[in-house]
């Protein structure tokens, strides 16, 4: 994000009045997990109301809005409210990645949307362009999700035909010991489904404690899986099979 603000900064000085920054560019401002070949892309999006004509300079991506939209100051920078931004990325994100980013939105810290945002702002673009792939996502947004990965695993499991598992819940265990946050939950089953970014290796004191973690939950009989970024889908798809199976679970 600061090599987007840092641009984003540089530019404004040149910006007509009126004008705010949008779609991908007002994703990553607020911090939306978009896919890389987006996140890499150095053009800056700048929107201005019509009747105004779309900016055109170098590394500036021109767009002209008909209304006047929401707007959010964000580090002294116009920037288009979060729920719009996330509904400009219909056109430009497969149904997963939207989800990621509809579940980025949610996060009780960041304050962006909340679900009742979100269900409005479909029904809004009902009937617009990319009104039905806004109307899957909206459906599959969850809250507490802490990472693209994460949405997508969540969506894989779902695609599975496996139970929806709850998202980020803790989970008590027996008396002295500290309750646990796991990543996908299925208490019903006690099982537990996580995805181990690498920050998980790189920090030691992380690291250290997701050991011990995992260790109480097992000592509590919850079966664990951990999900990592070479996991295959096949062997992620049998791990959480057999795991269900063994608990009760029946398609």
């Given at each position: ?143 507490r999700v802490e990472s693209r ?13 496996f139970p929806e598992p709850e ?82 679970w029946r398609p």
């Open positions: 994000m600061d090599n987007a603000l840092d641009r984003c900064r540089a530019f404004q000085q040149r910006m007509p009045a009126g004008a705010f920054f949008s779609h991908t560019t007002a994703a990553i401002l607020f911090g939306m997990p978009l896919p890389s070949s987006l996140e890499t892309d150095q053009r800056i999006h700048v929107s201005v109301l019509a009747p105004d004509h779309a900016l055109r300079a170098r590394g500036v991506v021109g767009h002209t809005a008909e209304i006047r939209p929401g707007l959010r100051e964000l580090s002294g920078l116009p920037v288009l409210e979060p729920i719009t931004t996330w509904c400009q990325l219909a056109s430009l994100l497969e149904r997963d990645d939207l989800v990621a980013a509809g579940d980025h939105l949610l996060r009780d810290e960041l304050a962006l949307a909340t679900a009742a945002d979100i269900a409005a702002a479909v029904a809004l673009h009902s009937g617009k362009r990319g009104s039905r792939l806004l109307r899957e996502a909206g459906a599959l947004i969850r809250p990965r994460e949405t997508r695993l969540r969506l894989f499991l779902l695609e599975c035909g998202t980020n819940m803790y989970i008590p265990l027996p008396r002295g010991k500290a309750r646990a946050r796991g990543d996908l939950v299925y208490f019903r089953y006690r099982v537990l489904v996580e995805y181990d970014g690498e920050q998980h290796r790189t920090d030691d004191a992380q690291f250290n404690r997701d050991a011990e973690r995992l260790h109480d939950l097992r000592a509590a009989d919850w079966l664990v899986i951990t999900v990592r970024k070479g996991s295959s889908k096949e062997w992620v798809r049998a791990a959480v099979s057999e795991a269900l199976l063994s608990r009760g």
